[in-house]
């Protein structure tokens, strides 16, 4: 069946350094699009990113995804952490099936300190 | 824009009792779903629904029971709570088509004393 894998459980990076969360993915549709989530504490878990073009760099706040299908990934990268993206990430998979079904990794908690 | 609300945001309690949680969404989406978030564990889906009155069984569906009388609304029910069982309930929205993204609500916690 669809699956998603995140590597990293738990993140913990000095402010400025690079950002790095890995996302694979497992689907035997073709059409299928990739989602970042970010859920910041307090606060409803919100998309960061998505795509379904092969290839293609998708950007948005700082952070950036590259949807690979030949080797099954979209890992998110920002090139300086800052404190305030300390949060918990989810990578996401939808492959349509008639009706919108979502996969969820078990996230990455990312810690950005001083 | 629209909103997703969640109530009740924290409900405690007790082992054995039926608890409900409500959700309510102005997006006038066609889906709409409930999520269990554990530590270390994801989000999991427990139920979805694509229209009024329809209803699907997720993953983590045995314990649970919801109930989607209006687009609007769907709700989900912990039939017999567990002890010492702490978690957070996260609904969520959608267009029915491959394009749409989810839109949550901000969560409600459960505590079982």
């Known amino acids: 069946g669809d699956s998603v894998t995140q590597k990293e459980g738990l993140v913990t990076l000095t402010e400025g350094l690079p950002v790095m969360l890995n996302c694979t993915y497992q689907t035997i549709y073709s059409n299928a699009f990739l989602f970042w989530y970010v859920h910041y504490l307090n606060e409803s878990p919100r998309l960061l990113l998505k795509?379904?073009?092969?290839?293609k760099r998708t950007e948005h706040q700082g952070f950036h995804a590259t949807l690979h299908k030949s080797s099954s990934s979209f890992h998110l990268q920002k090139s300086s952490a800052q404190l305030s993206d300390s949060a918990l990430y989810y990578c996401a998979l939808s492959a349509n099936t008639g009706y919108q079904n979502f996969y969820f990794g078990k996230g990455t908690s990312l810690t950005v300190i001083p | 824009g629209g909103i997703i609300t969640q109530t009740p945001k924290f409900l405690i309690g007790q082992e054995g009792q039926k608890l409900t949680l409500k959700c309510q969404q102005n997006?006038?989406?066609?889906?709409m779903y409930w999520y269990r978030q554990d530590s270390g564990k994801g989000l999991r889906l427990i139920y979805y629904?694509?229209?009024?009155?329809?209803?699907q069984k997720g993953d983590l569906s045995e314990g649970y029971d919801a109930s989607r009388e209006k687009k609007s609304s769907f709700s989900l029910t912990v039939t017999s709570a567990q002890k010492n069982e702490m978690a957070v309930f996260l609904c969520?929205?959608?267009?029915?088509?491959?394009?749409?993204?989810?839109?949550f609500g901000e969560g409600s916690k459960l505590t079982v004393l």
């Open positions: 997006f006038n989406h066609d889906t």
């Open positions: 969520a929205s959608s267009i029915q088509e491959n394009t749409g993204q989810l839109y």
């Open positions: 795509s379904s073009t092969d290839n």
């Open positions: 629904s694509i229209t009024e009155n329809d209803l």
